[in-house]
């Protein structure tokens, strides 16, 4: 769930409160936003991709709201490493480059889980699709 | 603040693939388009968080021949074969039509790569093509009911503005609806919005829904965090001491049972190091979302175990939604138009999931029809957008008696203990169904009775009214079909009747009816 917002990053831009597809985030009084519903956040992370000053970490369990170590999160590289993955902000003119392989390799995955399987089980064949 | 009112010819509610393509397809016929959404278009619904890959066959007659019959055999008898050839037909041309707003990149072998699309890039898009074509898009503006004429033919929809917290009205020649299926708030990534609204508006208004008991899907992820599965197609499975356990691989039925026993004797663990060695460098480029749940929880997703769950996707990657009637995906509701996941994919699914190819060319083809469908009949339409009209909402809007505090919250969970646990989901059995439609039938009599929402409040009202009308849909839908066929499983009656290769309909909000659909064309025929 939405853990922290960085106030010293916050530009107050208001693009999490709008990008919030749960309405977790209220416009703030000043202007950092105010987590006002962390009971509807989802931890989809669609505020983290669409800050653009870097300044919000999503902690990674669903379940239950954590407590985080702002300090930690900054030291860790964690804080807007998902957006510089998504290839967002960073001026990358291709960043889908490499997407083709997600069908490749989700059937080589599956096809190595069909082999190992037969190895231990010779008498078993994969269900039809 | 003022309630909102608005006019439109085409009014899309809904914020995912589906309403971005019917609002696209409307909109170059030059109607005058509409869309709210509950959420923000471009992060809402479960488009955005996944990366569809679309059913993708060339024209070439053979290729797409071959391809439709695999599909229609393993849709056990409910596909519809010219269907078929129309969705896969629509997203061959339409998608890259998308090459304006959305970074096409290579496919590996010299070509460009259509098919699989990101999904916050694909939303994007969507919505700036939308944008450019004149559509008028509301985030954060979810529906709760429907408009209607006095002849019983869609006028429109109202809903509240939850950012200006105020409610708004839409009259509009047509209205598509457009929002998604129905998780049963499993925790299934994307999905928290995706509550059945659109059917629960839809059935109040007389729509009827098909394929309701195909509903048992199921997505692997981490216990912690509901994610895309890219990396654990490969994994092993361990108990909490260490043992391998036996699970056969896939994603079917065989595998989920095997899963589900397995959980029966405690947490399961995974292993990915099979996985394909390429994706431990370029997991985060391909799907970026996966790995900071694991690395945000200090858990080295490729060479140490962590526990899997397994998240319900309900009506999501399961098949049923509501009825279409014509080729446009008219409802049997006059002006009413059903897209995507809020429509039944049995036409091209038949009784499996479509997930994984189907849904997304489905979900775009079907909006695409359904744009132009609605903007043609709002066309031809003399009515204009005044007259009187009837608000068609009831439960959690206007109580049937006295109102008074219901939980939202405990109506939720009955209805996801009666849809979501494996073993009731995996081994469908009369009694525990029968049992189930009890608990059910109880929760939303309350609801119809006593629970009124005023303001903001109404937006989750509806959602908990539209989980419980949802589960008693795919629950009653699975009584009625005494064998199992596909993604319906019936511990009682493992086999596949022949007899009973037939859609089954749904209706009713109160007093629940199904009808097999073989019948009800011999009753017109009579
Ligand atoms: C993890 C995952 C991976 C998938 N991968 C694939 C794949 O590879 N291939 C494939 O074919 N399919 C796949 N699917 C299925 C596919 O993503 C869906 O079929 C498709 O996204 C459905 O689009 P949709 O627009 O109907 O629904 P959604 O994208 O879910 O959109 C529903 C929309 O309705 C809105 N809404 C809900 N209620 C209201 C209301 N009351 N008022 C206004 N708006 C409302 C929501 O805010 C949301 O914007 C996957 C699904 C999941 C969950
Ligand atoms: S993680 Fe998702 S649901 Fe939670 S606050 Fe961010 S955008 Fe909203
Ligand atoms: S998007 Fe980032 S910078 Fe903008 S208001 Fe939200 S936290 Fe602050």
């Keep these: 769930m939405i853990a922290h917002i960085f106030e010293d990053l916050c530009t107050g831009c208001n693009a999490c409160v709008a990008a919030c597809p749960d309405h977790v985030l209220d416009l703030g009084p000043a202007t950092v936003p105010v987590i006002a519903r962390l009971d509807q956040c989802q931890t989809c992370f669609m505020c983290e991709l669409y800050c653009p000053a870097d300044a919000i970490f999503v902690a990674p369990d669903q379940r239950a709201p954590e407590h985080v170590d702002p300090a930690a999160i900054l030291a860790s590289g964690q804080l807007g490493q998902m957006r510089r993955d998504q290839g967002w902000g960073t001026g990358d003119a291709d960043p889908l480059r490499e997407y083709w392989r997600l069908g490749p390799l989700l059937m080589e995955g599956a096809q190595r889980a069909v082999d190992r399987y037969k190895q231990s089980h010779p008498e078993w064949s994969p269900p039809e699709r | 603040m003022s309630e909102l009112k608005l006019e439109a010819d085409v009014l899309v509610i809904g914020g995912g693939m589906a309403a971005g393509w019917a609002a696209i397809a409307a909109a170059r016929t030059g109607a005058r388009v509409v869309l709210a959404d509950k959420g923000f278009v471009g992060t809402s619904g479960v488009t955005a968080t996944a990366g569809p890959n679309h059913w993708w066959v060339p024209p070439d007659p053979a290729q797409r021949e071959a391809a439709i019959s695999r599909r229609f055999q393993s849709g056990f008898g ?25 970074p096409f990149s290579r496919d590996g072998a010299g070509g460009t790569f259509f098919s699989g699309v990101r999904g916050p890039e694909y939303m994007r898009a969507l919505r700036n093509f939308a944008t450019d074509l004149g559509v008028r898009i509301l985030d954060h503006h979810p529906a709760l009911e429907l408009l209607l004429h006095p002849d019983g033919s869609v006028a429109g929809a109202a809903g509240y503005a939850r950012l200006e917290r105020r409610n708004w009205s839409i009259r509009a020649g047509a209205v598509v609806m457009a929002t998604g299926g129905c998780a049963f708030r499993s925790g299934l990534i994307g999905s928290r919005g995706n ?21 048992v899907a199921y997505t692997l992820s981490p216990a912690w965090c509901s994610t895309r599965t890219l990396p654990y197609t490969a994994a092993r499975f361990f108990d909490v001491d260490g043992n391998e356990l036996d699970i056969p691989p896939g994603s079917g039925a065989e595998h989920l049972r095997g899963l589900a026993a397995a959980f029966r004797g405690g947490p399961v663990y995974a292993d990915l190091r099979d996985a394909p060695a390429p994706l431990r460098t370029i997991l985060g480029r391909i799907q970026p979302a996966t790995a900071p749940p694991f690395a945000r929880k200090g858990v080295r997703l490729f060479d ?11 009506t999501i990657r399961g098949t049923g939604g509501l009825r279409i009637a014509d080729a446009h995906c008219q409802t049997t509701v006059r002006g009413l138009f059903a897209a995507g996941d809020a429509a039944t994919r049995e036409l091209i699914a038949g009784a499996t999931s479509g997930g994984g190819a189907q849904n997304s060319a489905w979900a775009l083809t079907s909006g695409y029809e359904a744009g132009e469908g609605a903007a043609t009949l709002a066309r031809k339409s003399v009515r204009g957008n005044d007259g009187p009209v009837l608000r068609a909402g009831r439960t959690a809007l206007r109580p049937a008696a006295a109102a008074k505090t219901v939980d939202d919250g405990a109506a939720i969970a009955v209805a996801a203990a009666q849809i979501l646990p494996l073993d009731k989901a995996l081994w469908r059995e009369r009694e525990t169904l029968e049992a189930s439609q009890l608990l059910l039938d109880q929760v939303w009599a309350e609801l119809v009775a006593h629970r009124q929402a005023e303001g903001l409040d109404q937006v989750g009202a509806r959602e908990a009214a539209a989980i419980v009308a949802t589960a008693r849909w795919c629950n009653f839908a699975a009584l009625a079909r005494p064998e199992s066929r596909g993604i319906h499983l019936r511990a009682d009656a493992p086999r596949t009747l022949p007899e009973l290769a037939s859609r089954l309909v749904t209706g009713g909000t109160d007093a629940l009816w199904t009808r097999f659909e073989a019948d009800l064309q011999a009753g017109a025929a009579a």
């Design chain 2, 304 to 314: 140490e175990r962590f526990e899997v769950k397994l998240f319900g996707e309900g």
């Design chain 2, 78 to 102: 409910l596909a519809d074969k010219a269907w078929m050839a129309r969705v896969i037909d629509t997203t061959w041309r339409i998608l890259p039509e998308l090459a304006p707003y959305y």
């Design chain 2, 195 to 215: 509550t059945g609204d659109g059917c629960l508006m839809a059935v109040e208004a007389g729509a009827e829904l098909s394929g309701m008991e195909f509903s």
